[in-house]
């Protein structure tokens, strides 16, 4: 039905609008009970199912960060365990080298200290021999000269000084003696001194390792009472090992691809440069292959030399099996350097023959000899030698990086999902008001017939208060 | 052991598709050795270098001569196809040039113009070679003179094939009343569209980037 029509009901179309609109509001009025269920059951609807499913995002984010807990504890807690018990290793080795030594240490003290004792006592002074003459001398000097007193004593005297001078040398040849005993004490003295600072350095190694196994030993009770502390810690050192390795890792596709370069051409010496395997060329693909069986060999190298524990297998294999294998991913290794050294040279060969060609295509058959061309040739063997080995390291910051993604991811996880039940939550009161709203909305072209029936309740009731069900409708 | 089979069965399915869908390219380009034209035979040859340098592994290249009658194996004066190994392709397109040099050297103008029996011969080539890309190349002034008996009145097939007039001269009667040059391409350009080829002039030698 058009306007027109609608407006011709009437000769006036004012007339005709100003009926249609009262009627209009006459079927707004009469269906307003109706139409404002209508609405809150539909925005009550749309708000608790929104409201539920954010109650669910936040359960599910508690769940994630529970279990991202357990997982973060987990590794820590092994991590930790890793740490100290190489720690309580190197304890161990230190004190089996040090204490094996012991009985000689405590031998050669023994001796040392024996040999400056008996020394000692060697060099121990011997008091002179009391003067024995001079009771005697007394006594003939008493004596008068004529009965030969004088000659008596002139004799004595000479004996006397004879014997002085026999027991000064003998006093000086005991002397020197004794000085030589001093003097050889020395060294011993020095040895003793030099033993005992082994002993204090080793001792004081002894202390600081075990210092540090009591932090750890902390740092694991901490982890294992599960605190906050020892989670944060370990959140924060995850985010780093991630951001870490991920740059690391970044380097070795960078050295990656460059090793790519370098055998990708001369691949196509071997399977043909115009086969493809999808929409990829089969050389390309090949020379790919070849960097990937790299890289797992470096894997493995890693993983039997224990330095690395993604493959738990490996790790558990027998210490015989293990060194075979570490032969043999060495030897692989080593092939594949070779050929990839092999593939340099040769994409040298082909980028001369094909400038060669090129030359003597655009008209130009005079080539200029290159001198320094080795130097490139070489470089280019170099690296295709070196660059597999060092994509071997490649596994350590792969492992890094593959245990702190779990957390990494965990958290982003957690991050979104608080952000969701948010969002959720947000739109289930956002409808809840819409639906007040739009309430309101229908109300607003129906103030006339409200306020009638307003009017008409305050009337009957004697009271301006608003009629009770009416607040109760538009109460959201 | 499933999915490893699905996964064996989806590999061998990429394989197979791969060895089907041909990605090489087949230039075939004929060269007017008549009297009017033989002058810029040496421009051919930068032409033959140049397609020569932009060829890869496995591509087929054929240069043969429009004479008066062109739809003959023995007008190709130098064809090959590239071995898939870089070094050995480069080897051949050496030869190649020797080749071609050693026939402009030596070249006699010819008497006729048969440029349709030329066309047809490359279609058949690359047909025959079956390559991914199939572009004919033609060094002249299209201006076609056939000898008597010889029947070029009918369509070439050149669907898929991409046609490229090079170096199309203007002759002197074309300065007298140039709507003849003009309904002189104009006519091969129906021809080739018609039978569901591409057509294009290439007159700048200078430029021949988008030849190929």
């Not at chain 1, 000769?11 to 009970?33: D, E, G, K, N, Q």
């Not at chain 1, 003793?192 to 080793?202: A, F, P, S």
Request: aromatic share 8%.
């Amino acid at each position: 039905m058009s306007m027109n029509a609608l407006l011709s009901i009437t000769p006036w179309p004012t007339l005709s609008a100003i009926l249609w609109v009262v009627l209009l509001i006459a079927v707004l009025y009469f269906a307003r009970h109706t139409a404002h269920q209508a609405i809150r059951t539909a925005s009550g609807a749309l708000s608790n199912a929104l409201r539920i499913a954010s109650h669910s995002v936040s359960h599910a984010e508690t769940r994630l960060g529970e279990r991202n807990r357990e997982v973060l504890l987990a590794a820590g807690r092994e991590a930790k365990e890793r740490i100290i018990e190489r720690e309580f290793m190197r304890v161990g080795e230190t004190v089996r080298k040090d204490l094996a030594n012991y009985p000689h240490l405590h031998r050669g003290l023994s001796e040392a200290i024996g040999q400056i004792e008996k020394d000692h006592q060697d060099a121990v002074e011997v008091p002179p021999d009391p003067p024995g003459w001079v009771r005697a001398v007394e006594a003939v000097s008493k004596l008068d000269a004529k009965d030969g007193g004088g000659d008596v004593l002139a004799d004595m005297h000479k004996s006397i000084v004879k014997a002085h001078k026999e027991a000064m040398e003998v006093y000086r040849e005991a002397s020197t003696e004794r000085h030589e005993l001093l003097r050889a004490m020395m060294p011993r003295w020095r040895d003793v001194q030099q033993l005992l600072t082994e002993l204090d350095k080793k001792a004081e190694s002894l202390l600081s390792r075990t210092a540090g196994v009591d932090r750890h030993m902390q740092e694991y009770e901490q982890i294992v009472k599960r605190e906050d502390k020892a989670l944060s810690v370990l959140s924060s050192s995850s985010l780093v090992q991630f951001f870490v390795s991920a740059m690391v890792l970044m380097v070795a596709i960078g050295g990656a691809a460059i090793n790519f370069t370098l055998i990708a051409r001369p691949m196509a010496e071997m399977v043909g440069g115009t086969s493809f395997i999808g929409i990829f060329k089969t050389s390309e693909i090949a020379a790919l292959v070849i960097i990937m069986v790299e890289i797992s060999m470096g894997l493995f190298l890693m993983e039997s030399l224990r330095i690395t524990r993604l493959f738990p297998v490996i790790g558990a294999l027998p210490d015989k099996l293990r060194v075979r294998m570490i032969w043999i991913t060495f030897t692989i290794l080593l092939l594949l350097a070779s050929i990839e050294a092999g593939l340099a040279y040769m994409r040298e060969v082909l980028l001369q023959d094909e400038l060669a060609t090129t030359a003597l295509l655009r008209g130009s058959e005079a080539s200029i000899d290159n001198g320094f061309l080795w130097i490139t040739t070489a470089a280019q063997m170099g690296m295709g030698f070196i660059l597999p080995f060092a994509l071997v390291f490649v596994a350590i910051p792969l492992e890094t990086f593959i245990h702190s993604l779990r957390t990494v991811v965990g958290l982003a996880g957690i991050g979104l999902m608080r952000a969701l039940a948010l969002v959720l939550r947000v739109f289930g009161n956002g409808f809840r008001h819409l639906g007040t709203l739009t309430e309101r909305l229908y109300d607003l072209p129906l103030f006339v017939p409200l306020w009638l029936e307003s009017k008409r309740v305050n009337d009957r009731n004697g009271s301006t208060e608003v009629p009770v069900e009416d607040l109760r409708e538009v109460t959201p | 052991m499933k999915r490893a089979a699905i996964l064996a069965c989806i590999l061998l399915v990429a394989c197979t598709q791969s060895a089907h869908v041909a990605r090489n390219t087949g230039v075939y380009l004929l060269l007017d050795t008549s009297g009017t034209y033989r002058g810029e035979l040496r421009k051919a040859e930068d032409v033959i270098l140049y397609t020569l340098s932009r060829l890869q592994p496995a591509d087929s290249f054929a240069v043969a001569r429009i004479d008066t009658g062109s739809f003959s194996e023995k007008d190709i004066i130098a064809k090959t196809t590239f071995d898939e190994r870089p070094s050995v392709a480069n080897a051949q397109k050496r030869v190649f040039a020797l080749k071609v040099k050693d026939f402009i050297a030596r070249e006699n103008s010819a008497q006729y113009t048969d440029i349709t029996g030329g066309l047809l011969q490359a279609v058949e080539f690359l047909n025959e070679k079956g390559t991914g890309h199939k572009t004919i190349l033609i060094f002249s002034d299209l201006e076609q003179d056939l000898d008597k008996g010889y029947v070029r009145n009918f369509e070439v097939p050149f669907a898929g094939f991409d046609v490229v007039a090079l170096n199309v001269v203007k002759l002197r009667q074309d300065n007298y009343d140039p709507r003849q040059y003009l309904a002189r391409l104009e006519q091969w350009k129906g021809q080739v569209e018609k039978a569901g080829g591409h057509w294009r002039v290439v007159n700048d030698l200078d430029r021949l980037d988008g030849m190929l």
